[in-house]
């Protein structure tokens, strides 16, 4: 296989889908890869689609994300070089580029922190922002001086910021978190997608492999009192909202009545996940058994109700995986008792039509991927699903 390169030409539509993990062609060589591990394929097939995500030229522009360019294939030919070595030297190469692409998005995060006006979610996210290259980076270079600059530059955003005599986390972005969902003035997101979750998660994962700066266990501390400050104990079971408007902060309470679908993007799913990686590195029981009982509690059938769609992102997928991986570290085996009737529903979600034109998060490719956990109950970690943030 080439090695392949950064684009220095305008790309085709074709070109660009075919490196996004959010189309179906990169989406397919994790799943094949995945299957080459357990057996369930093999790797003639794997390579076959390995080589279709990187026959194109790559793009390292600096809107390349963990979910499209050189980090979404420098992901792929990592989850396939770890039990392949003919995808090393390819992996390698990228690695150079995520580096070149990191430094330049590092000062662009540099130069609007000092000119103090609000992040959005482009420069910090899981999906296109620099919590996402950081997931990359603990997999590709843990020990590296590159990463210690991510982790410095996310734990720099956790501090806060006073405006307009308002005192907001560094992450705090004045759009919408959805078109159709608007929020005046801005939002706190929570969300392990986009929000503080996913800062949750990345540090913490970053922290149980001794990947560390100073400041990191006080950042994992501020992000832990967030969601102290905004858990929601009611009758139906711990939850937190999905985002806080510049209204729920003036009145100290959430306009969200109740506890929405237990996704793995923004729901209590992801949170509970992200909650229990915090308790694991720093060593915290009383948040572990918040976090557990969480997970546990929004995986009976009132909450797996709102569900209505097999994918990873906001359906049955992501929540089996992200329960599977809780599962793992739990304290008691309440998370994994719920996993065969998990794994049922997911199968019968998987029954459902899905747009092939989707990828990872939406279309089959993560539907399957999280079904081949289910089948042989073993996942590989760090496995394909450390680019959702939970192992």
């Not at 150079?96 to 692409?101: G, N």
């Not at 997608?193 to 913490?204: N, Q, R, T, V």
Request: proline letters at 7%; hydrophobic letters at 40%; glycine letters at 8%.
């Amino acid at each position: 296989m080439n090695s392949p390169a950064p684009a220095p030409v305008k790309l085709t539509e074709h070109e660009t889908a075919s490196q996004s993990l959010t189309k179906p062609t990169a989406a397919a060589a994790l799943l094949h890869i995945e299957r080459a591990f357990t057996g369930t394929g093999d790797w003639k097939i794997a390579h076959a689609h390995i080589r279709q995500a990187t026959a194109s030229p790559i793009d390292s522009a600096p809107h390349a994300g963990l979910y499209y360019g050189a980090p979404a294939i420098a992901f792929v030919l990592h989850t396939a070089s770890t039990g392949n070595p003919r995808y090393q030297a390819a992996a390698r190469t990228l690695d150079k580029h995520v580096a070149r692409l990191t430094q330049r998005r590092l000062a662009t995060a540099a130069e609007r922190m000092r000119r103090r006006v609000p992040a959005a979610f482009a420069e910090y996210d899981l999906f296109r922002g620099l919590t996402g290259i950081g997931a990359l980076l603990l997999l590709r270079a843990p020990g590296s001086d590159l990463l210690g600059a991510v982790l410095t530059y996310l734990t720099a955003l956790t501090r806060p910021r006073r405006v307009d005599g308002v005192e907001l986390p560094g992450w705090w972005v004045d759009h919408d978190p959805d078109p159709l969902l608007p929020t005046p003035g801005g939002h706190i997101n929570l969300g392990l997608a986009h929000g503080a979750a996913g800062l949750l998660a990345l540090l913490s994962l970053a922290s149980l492999r001794d990947c560390s700066v100073p400041g990191q266990r006080d950042a994992i501390e501020a992000l832990d009192r967030w969601f102290d400050r905004w858990r929601q104990d009611t009758a139906e079971g711990t939850w937190w909202p999905q985002w806080i408007t510049g209204d729920d902060l003036r009145t100290g309470r959430t306009a969200q009545t109740g506890p929405g679908r237990p996704s793995w993007c923004y729901g209590t799913a992801g949170i509970a996940r992200a909650q229990q990686l915090a308790s694991l590195a720093t060593d915290d029981p009383v948040r572990r058994g918040v976090a557990e009982k969480a997970m546990a509690e929004c995986l009976t059938g009132q909450h797996l109700a709102k569900i209505t769609d097999p994918g990873l992102c906001h359906g049955m997928a992501g929540v089996y995986q992200t329960a599977y991986r809780a599962s793992l570290d739990a304290a008691t085996p309440v998370i994994g008792h719920r996993l065969p009737a998990l794994a049922a529903a997911l199968t019968q979600h998987a029954a459902a039509d899905l747009d092939d034109a989707e990828g990872l998060l939406d279309g089959p490719a993560g539907v399957s991927l999280a079904l081949e956990t289910a089948r042989h109950t073993t996942a590989r970690r760090p496995g394909w699903d450390a680019c959702l943030l939970i192992a």
